[in-house]
């Protein structure tokens, strides 16, 4: 005999899997870390190799010799911790400093939360912090890009943001660090490369292209990623009208340093961010203003990260912020 069976909710099913989704993930990553590879070469392969590799071996042996599960390394999500660590990072940094990185970022910041979906702050954000304040001199040595037929040795510079930075400190206008600059910061190689900084500052352009692929295939929702820049777009405008000397312009920030990789890649991962549309507004708004305020009156050049990190803190407390469910009733 037939029966219907009621089982609770949810009852959408789903083709998508944590293992598809991580590589969805890696994928949109792929154009900014090829271009990376063209301006860094040989720098950029060794060290994401050594954090993918760090990453899943560290997994793995925390699973299967200390909390004794199963070993869970094939859904990626260790595969992309590790990626995502690389694109933080400068391409001459020590490989042991990267591996530090991945114990911080798999073992402390992921594994000891329990794991995958347990993680109260996004793990690859918390490695680069932690050795941007450990080893901060290796990981504000940016090699300058230069394409790998030219044959040119690497060399050190700064970040245009660092440059910019050091400038008004010193009492100088953004027109006059332009010019002495030594290098161009037009739009265009904002856009395509040719500036120091780590293998997820290299393109912006490359990265925008990231952003539309997990659009369309519905991997993320634009809802952080587009208030994250609004929020910085007006911020940064409010300053630069007030007087362009000593402000650099909104577009410039947008297109400079890690706020793309931050607010399309790590700002929107599913464990550490809202789960509805009005709390991950407020989310990305305050990432954009933590970032700006840091940027214009902190002592470090970038923000991105503390702001992601400070933010998804918050996260326990926006997820309070629900949809009224249909048919309820609103309190009077």
């Not at 909390?67 to 940094?93: E, Y």
């Not at 080893?135 to 040119?152: D, I, N, R």
Request: net charge positive; charged share 10%; aromatic share 10%.
């Amino acid at each position: 005999m037939n029966r219907l069976i009621i089982s609770p909710a949810p009852h959408a099913h789903s083709k998508e899997n944590t293992q598809r989704l991580m590589l969805d993930v890696i994928i949109a990553l792929l154009p900014a870390y090829m271009v990376s590879v063209y301006f860094f070469g040989l720098g950029a392969l060794s060290v994401a190799a050594v954090a993918v590799i760090s990453c899943v071996l560290l997994e793995y042996v925390i699973q299967r010799w200390i909390v004794k599960r199963p070993s869970t390394v094939n859904d990626l999500s260790a595969v992309l911790t590790g990626l995502l660590l690389a694109m933080n990072l400068p391409t001459n940094i020590p490989w042991w400093i990267v591996f530090l990185g991945a114990v911080m970022a798999i073992g402390v910041a992921k594994m000891s939360f329990g794991g995958l979906g347990q993680n109260l702050f996004n793990p690859a954000l918390v490695a680069r912090v932690f050795l941007l304040i450990s080893f901060p001199v290796q990981m504000t040595s940016w090699p300058v890009p230069e394409p790998l037929w030219t044959g040119v040795d690497a060399a050190t510079g700064a970040t245009p943001l660092a440059i910019i930075k050091e400038g008004l400190a010193n009492g100088g206008t953004v027109e006059q660090i332009m010019a002495s600059a030594g290098a161009d910061f037009s739009y265009w190689h904002l856009l395509f490369g040719k500036i120091g900084g780590s293998m997820g500052e290299i393109s912006a352009l490359a990265l925008l292209l990231g952003f539309a692929y997990l659009l369309i295939r519905r991997v993320i929702r634009p809802h952080i990623p587009l208030s994250i820049f609004g929020t910085i777009i007006v911020f940064g405008g409010i300053f630069w009208l007030i007087d362009p000397q000593h402000y650099i312009d909104p577009l410039f920030h947008l297109l400079t340093g890690g706020v793309l990789l931050g607010a399309i890649f790590m700002a929107t991962d599913y464990v550490t961010s809202p789960m509805h549309p009005k709390p991950m507004i407020i989310y990305g708004i305050g990432i954009g203003l933590l970032t700006m305020l840091i940027r214009v009156f902190g002592s470090y050049p970038e923000g991105i990260s503390f702001a992601i990190l400070i933010m998804n803190a918050t996260v326990p407390l926006l997820n309070y912020i629900k949809p009224k469910r249909y048919g309820e009733e609103v309190k009077k």
